[in-house]
């Protein structure tokens, strides 16, 4: 949409980018000020992060985060499946509405509600259940959005070459509805990863849960919460950059 | 019977008011991810990428607990809506950018071939096109907003999921209690899916 940038144009972005870079230089400045201001920075508060004892038990949230984020996306898949292959009316309503209640609630549903009737799962089910509840609803959307975006003249070219129905299903339009979901697989990955930081409600031990109790424990609250923080962004990049790979080689592939 | 009231009206005021912020934020950083300059283009995506991959209650606690440590204190409620706000700026950002790519690149050079300039055909021929698709994923975005409220709820806020909660204490009827709440969510994503769809006609 742009013309190849002339020279007045190329110095104009030259401009910019400084003016740009001062501005945010400002910017981190003044962010690192305030730390130091209230003595955040100070090397003491940061050490115990440099040690293997907080990693093990922080690592230890991780691996219970990447558990309960399995086990709910291999419930969700599976209910979202079962869901898609039946669209009916009660099925239509079960996504409109899951879409549009929050997660919290079917966590506390969970938590204050099953109790009294005598239903009392422990901890990780009180997490994973309205996790799984919630997404199969989101992947209910993503299957037949996956199934439509296959043109029918493959399924009506594989049923003129005489393959029975279940045969075109299987070995026509599923793989190629796969290929086009595989991204928004990932995205809903990523989405499911965030959710487990639930269990800080539902006291699970995931990571955002032991990076509270790390907190408490040795009050170092800020350095805690950006340790935590970034651990989420890290393993959440890792897979976002499998979902690019993945895109890229559909785009590559498809034809 | 004034703790539902309360409720939901924080929960409403939170809803329009982070999706404002959002609004203006998710332009300003999608502006940013669109601009031939590099640098800011970095710094758009690094926007994107770091509130996108981090939870939300991880910023909520976060900002909540942490901000006061290093002396920016504020309400509450004002605290989580700059942590909702922020959050969903980055899928703000992430609609608006692909609704521009959206409109096929033929238009835009079409556009150029005719002479226009890059503000006039981004004024007469893309950002139109772009604003009508644009509708619909702000729509449900606004939707998950409204949903992500909730966990405001947890480092206390009072908003209608923690309303129902405490009230279920008192009350004992859970059923009763959280089928409501859950009533009040659907009715609020109703009403934002009806003015997109009433929006999205006018643009049409």
Known sequence: ?255 | MSLVLEGFLNTVALTLLSFAGALVVGLVVAVLRIVPVPLLRGVGTAYVEVWRNIPLLAWLVLFVFGLPEVGVTMPLFWTAFTAIALYEAAFVAEALRSGVRSVASGQGEAARALGLTVQQSLRHVILPQAGRRVVQPLANIAIALTMATALAGVVGVVDMTRAAQRINLELAQPLLVFTGAGLCYLVMAAGIGFGARVLERRLA
């Open chain 1, 1 to 255: 949409m742009f013309d190849a940038p002339g020279p007045r144009f190329r110095r104009r972005v030259f401009w910019v980018s400084v003016v740009s870079a001062v501005v945010l230089a400002g910017l981190v400045a003044l962010g690192l000020r305030q730390f130091a201001a209230n003595g955040q920075l100070d090397p003491v508060r940061w050490r115990p992060y440099l040690t293997w004892p907080v990693w093990r038990y922080l690592l230890n949230g991780l691996w219970s985060t990447v558990v309960a984020a399995c086990a709910t996306g291999v419930l969700a898949m599976a209910g979202g499946l079962l869901l898609a292959l039946r669209p009916n009316r009660f099925t239509r309503a079960y996504a409109e509405v899951m879409r549009t209640v929050p997660v919290l609630l079917l966590v506390y549903v969970m938590l204050f509600v099953l109790p009294s009737f005598g239903v009392n799962l422990p901890l990780f089910w009180k997490l994973v259940v309205p996790l799984a509840l919630s997404h199969a609803a989101s992947y209910v959307v993503i299957f037949r959005a996956g199934v439509e975006s296959v043109d029918p003249g493959q399924r009506e070219a594989g049923l003129s070459l005489g393959m029975p129905d279940g045969v075109v299903t299987r070995f026509v339009v599923l793989p190629q509805a796969v290929r086009h979901m595989t991204p928004l697989l990932v995205t809903q990955a990523v989405s499911l990863l965030k959710d487990t930081s639930l269990g800080y409600v539902v006291s699970y031990t995931e990571l955002l849960f032991n990076g509270r109790v790390l907190a408490n424990y040795n009050g170092l609250l800020i350095q805690t919460f950006i340790v935590v923080a970034f651990v989420y962004l890290v393993v959440n990049l890792a897979l976002s950059r499998l979902s690019h790979r993945l895109e890229a080689r559909r785009a590559r592939t498809a034809r």
